[in-house]
């Protein structure tokens, strides 16, 4: 008997519309998930299974090749034109140093594998707000095109272990399998997301219960019949679910019980639509507009977060709070891109012309091609770049460079070595990505010495570990390897008030301490160089309370004195006050247009310098060796610290020191160091 194949669902449609609008919604204006992709997951996973159980009872079998083709003619065209569009964005503005980041990017996008390259660099997918890759959405992609292959074969498999019972059983049995996957992902997913929530977040084992109880509800719950108030009412339950899920606590850890709430509401509002007319909210998704955004959904979803990405790339006053007029025109351009792309690729497929229908297609592993031969001069490409970056003049003294510091205040020099913003940061940071160093990953950004002593030299501390890693890799060579074991955001200092400055990372600010101590403990590292920034003193900062460089240093003193009773040498360098990125760029236009330099240094507040002071005194009283750095940075007569130093910048951003900047500084570092590593 001939199976029909089931009627359109305009209503999931709708659905679609709803869940990729609650995506790119709570991407522009709340920086935080939405539930959406959870639904997406469900969506996907009921389709799916109502498709290749139709497939079967239809054919007595699945044709893997045909729904290959089909799946990849249906994901690859848009796909393959976002990531053209965006990679070669991508690509250009990176710079030499980022040139490998973006293309291994690009790489995990056009191979649906984006979700383990994030897992694997343990990136948080909501910590950091907009500061992400333009394609990191793709990570969604990758669990759905996975489980999709997947099923596809173990589907074929199931046909084929049933043979002429296929078409009878093979629903039950695809089902049964649905239902083992929905436990054991289910539970594996709930351990990680206690055990390691980051990279449990893009896991596709731990997601895979998503996609197989969407699958489970469309072939088994859809059997259950429902009556017209029943299906009334889990129609609008669902719906509200949904809708509601991105107001849910951000820190409930995901995929665990939290994401049943969307996946709940997208199965709930499906069911209700199943077989009949749905009631109220079935009606609203057949919604004609609804339908149309669902149909070009997909696009939306790909297309709103490198949209987001460039406005906040033009405009960074948008990093913090997305204006409205400005996120609605992100999401209207998502969905006219989206639009435009689908009417392309319609063109192509039904033109008369072989190249122009397979040209979509193939975009993606194109890209795919180009992105590999592109990795294979990109090592070269980032070592020239490293290479010109930290190629400056050192002073040669303290002495030298206090001088350098106090004529750069009399006197702005003009740029003429390194760079600012993130072409000025140390391939440490840009290229290895150690400003947070991972449990687990040490070796990451661990860089050997080339000597044969075995002896070890640590930095700790937040973000401005990475600041010294070029000097003390240059001045450590033939001496001893060097580990970067900094956390962004948190002071290697055990002050308590220093722990609410540090907010809601405070947890796992701890952690990473814990854990450096206990590294510490078992590797025991012939020296331990502390530094870190927390210059909350000054304006902005009057909320602190006084005696701010006391605190931090108790706590400092704290953590010491269990590495001195470890027999590790330690010693503290402080961090360069903060800076502004905006007064640098002003600088450098003034500079670049032959304007007054006035604004090219900035002023060190008295409650900065008595913070420094009191570090100094309070961490050599407690035994910590202390190389006094603030004027390598800042003419302490005027009250005064440059902007660039003999025409190279000090920083690259608000906080951070500059690669060549650093350098500049080697060898005074180098004098400092070699007495306490002899």
Known sequence: MQVPSPPRRHDIQGLRAVASLLVASYHVWFGNVSGGVDAFFAIGGFLLATSLAGEIERNGGIDVPGQLRRTFKRLFPMAGIVVLVVGCVTVLVAGPLRFGEALRDVLAAATFSENWRLAASATAYVDEGHDKSALQHFWAMGVQGQFTVLLILIAAVIA??????????????????????????????LVQVSANPVPVYYDTFARAWELALGGFAAL??????????????????????????????????????????????????????HGADGGPVAALLRWRPLVWIGGISYGVYLWHWPLL???????????????????????????????????????????????????????????????????VV??????????????????????????WVAGSVASPPALTMGAVGAAGQPSEWVVDGCTTVAVGREADCRYDGGGDSGREVWVVGDSHVVGLAPPLRAALRGIADLQLLGRGGCPFTDAPDVREQKGEDAAACEAHIQHVMELAEERRPEL?????????????????????????????????????????????????????????????????????????????????????????????????????????????????????????????DDLHLSAAGAMQRVVVLAVALSERIA
């Open 220 to 273: 088994v719950l859809t059997r259950i019949p429902l009556g017209p108030l029943a299906r009334a009412v889990l129609g609008v339950v669902g719906l509200a679910l949904l809708l509601t899920a991105g107001l849910l606590p951000q820190e409930w850890t995901q995929p665990g019980l939290v994401s049943l709430w969307p996946v709940a509401g997208a199965l709930l509002v499906m069911l209700a639509g």
């Open 528 to 652: 331990v160089v502390i530094t870190y920034g927390a210059w909350w003193a000054g304006e902005g900062f009057e909320g602190v309370g006084e005696g701010l460089g006391t605190r931090l240093a108790e706590g400092t003193l704290a953590l010491t004195a269990k590495l001195h009773a470890l027999g590790i040498e330690t010693v503290w360098l402080d961090s360069p006050p903060p800076a502004s990125l905006v007064l640098i760029e002003e600088c450098l236009a003034a500079h670049g247009e032959g304007r007054p330099t006035e604004l090219c240094s900035l002023e060190l507040e008295p409650a900065q310098l008595e913070r420094h002071r009191q570090m100094v005194e309070l961490l050599r009283a407690g035994g910590v060796d202390v190389i006094e750095t603030i004027g390598w940075y800042c003419d302490v007569e005027r009250m005064l610290c440059p902007l660039i130093v003999d025409g190279v910048p000090t920083w690259a």
């Open 309 to 375: 990405k460039g406005l906040i790339a033009l405009d960074p006053s948008q990093t913090e709070r997305v204006g409205i007029l400005q996120g609605a025109a992100v999401i209207g351009v998502a969905i006219a891109l989206s639009w435009g792309c689908a009417r392309l690729i319609r063109a192509a497929a039904t033109s008369s012309r072989r190249l122009a229908r397979r040209s979509f297609p193939l975009l993606v592993p194109a890209i795919a091609v180009a992105a590999v031969l592109g990795l």
């Open 378 to 403: 990109a090592p070269a490409i980032q070592k020239r770049a490293i290479e010109e970056a930290t190629a400056v003049q050192a002073a040669a003294s303290a002495a030298e460079l206090e001088a």
């Open 160 to 189: 084929l272990m049933l043979g002429r019972r296929a078409r009878e059983g093979a629903r039950a049995a695809i089902a049964a399998f649905l239902a083992v996957t929905v436990v054991a992902s289910f539970a594996y997913a």
